[in-house]
Every structure is written in structure tokens, then in C-alpha cells.
């Protein structure tokens, strides 16, 4: 297929990221193709997935991307990812959203690929909402570890008292007061 004659380019790397969706013209160049918006002097790498050649193929792709990214706007993972666990992962945070309302002293979690071998969740306490308590479960790409993943997140959930919180609050007010190694 020739994609030099695609107008239309819609992307979104990860789901807290803005949908870019572009019209304009498709140049190959070395071999590679490049996405010339319009009335822009610059190019950039266009992947197939990401071309389309009429404004109703682009639109659907939009707002299909759009749907994907519903309930996980705050989190940091690739779309490909989610597309393709998406029942699972909508799971997962659900169960999760359930343990936040047993244990008070959590008020919030996001997802967080930082290609650590899977995804990270990351728990944030009430007393210290911008920081995430240092123990991240990680979600295996492939989805297998689903089940032991809630009993960790669980664990780190029921082991932070009074005292562990306090101790936390200290250790942070120590790093952001001396810096942080």
C-alpha cells in the first residue's frame, strides 16, 4: 500500500497524553515516512497504524482513542498496552478503587510504565498526596499476575499505621528540606 497519499495522522503514546491529531502530507524520504503537518516546516516519523487517508477513517480512529483513554487520564501507559488488556486493567482498578475506600489513609494510585518489566502502581497516602509510598506492585506486561499484584497492593495498604505514615512524612520533609540523594 502507498501511505504518500494519506492526509490524516492521529496518535497518543500513552493515555495521559493529548491526542494529536494532524492534517497534512506524507513524504518518504529514505525510506522512511514523515508526516508534514500543514503549514508546518517540519516533519515528523509517521508509523502506518497512524496514517489515514480520509477525515472519517481519522475521526473514528479520534474518538476510538478518545473512549481508550475514559478512566485513565491521570495514568502514564501506553495505549498499545491498554488496548490490549483493557477489560483486565479496567478490573484491576476498580478492585483497587475498592481497597481505597478500606484503608482511609490511601487517597489515591495511578498506573506508571517506566519499562520496570511491567507497569507500576503507584499508592499515595492522605498525609503526603504528591509522593507515592515507595513500594510500587508491578503489573506484568502480558497481564499474568493480576491476582498477586492485588494481594501486594493490599499488603503495602494494611501495613502503613500511624507510625509508618509519621516516619514517611518525616523521611519525605527530610528530602525535600536537605535534598535527595
Given at each position: ?110 498506573l506508571c510504565d517506566v519499562s520496570a518489566d511491567g507497569v507500576q502502581i503507584r499508592l499515595f497516602l492522605e498525609k503526603v498526596p504528591k509522593y507515592s509510598i515507595h513500594n510500587q506492585p508491578t503489573i506484568a506486561y502480558d ?39
Amino acid at each position: 500500500m502507498d501511505y504518500t497519499d494519506c492526509k490524516f495522522f492521529v496518535s497518543c503514546n500513552h493515555c495521559s497524553d493529548t491526542i494529536t491529531y494532524e492534517e497534512g502530507v506524507v513524504q518518504k524520504q529514505d525510506g522512511i515516512l514523515l508526516f508534514q503537518p500543514n503549514n508546518k516546516k517540519w516533519a515528523h516519523y509517521a508509523n502506518i497504524e497512524h496514517l489515514f487517508k480520509t477525515k472519517e477513517e481519522a475521526d473514528k480512529e479520534y474518538n476510538r482513542l478518545k473512549s481508550l483513554q475514559e478512566g485513565f487520564e491521570h495514568d502514564y501507559i501506553r495505549v498499545s498496552w491498554l488496548n490490549e488488556h483493557l477489560q483486565e486493567i479496567r478490573k484491576l482498578k476498580s478492585d483497587i478503587n475498592n481497597l481505597l475506600q478500606k484503608y482511609p489513609n490511601f487517597c489515591d494510585f495511578d498506573l506508571c510504565d517506566v519499562s520496570a518489566d511491567g507497569v507500576q502502581i503507584r499508592l499515595f497516602l492522605e498525609k503526603v498526596p504528591k509522593y507515592s509510598i515507595h513500594n510500587q506492585p508491578t503489573i506484568a506486561y502480558d497481564c499474568s499476575n493480576l491476582k498477586e499484584v492485588l494481594i501486594e497492593v493490599e499488603k503495602e495498604m494494611s501495613s502503613f499505621d500511624d507510625e509508618q505514615i509519621l516516619s514517611y512524612q518525616n523521611f519525605i520533609y527530610e528530602g525535600e528540606k536537605y535534598g535527595w540523594d
